[in-house]
């Protein structure tokens, strides 16, 4: 749900974009760390915001990082 935004700010165009791992943190609402492959050896780590239900609000990127490969750990940012 956020690859849009991921392209937008990242400025590029992702023809594979698949999560392959997540952790998640309980703030007011959920937020997401999420590694997801982007190419063939190339990964990136997004940082995803889920407010609460009530708030009737999609996924929103909050920031991410790139150049990662599939063994770099995936940690809180």
């Known amino acids: 749900q956020v690859?849009?935004?991921f392209e937008s700010q990242a400025?590029?165009?992702c023809v594979v974009f698949e999560?392959?791992?997540y952790k998640t943190q309980v703030v007011a609402g959920?937020?997401?760390?999420?590694?997801v492959q982007?190419?063939?050896?190339?990964?990136v780590h997004l940082k995803v915001f889920h407010s609460l239900p009530c708030e009737?609000?999609?996924?929103?990127?909050v920031g991410f990082q790139t150049g990662k490969t599939r063994?770099?750990?995936l940690t809180y940012f």
Do not use: T
């Open 56 to 61: 009737n609000q999609g996924p929103s990127l």
């Open 30 to 35: 959920i937020m997401y760390f999420i590694k």
């Open 71 to 73: 063994d770099d750990p």
């Open 38 to 43: 982007v190419s063939d050896a190339e990964y």
């Open 3 to 5: 690859k849009a935004q």
């Open 19 to 21: 999560a392959i791992k």
């Open 11 to 13: 400025n590029v165009n």
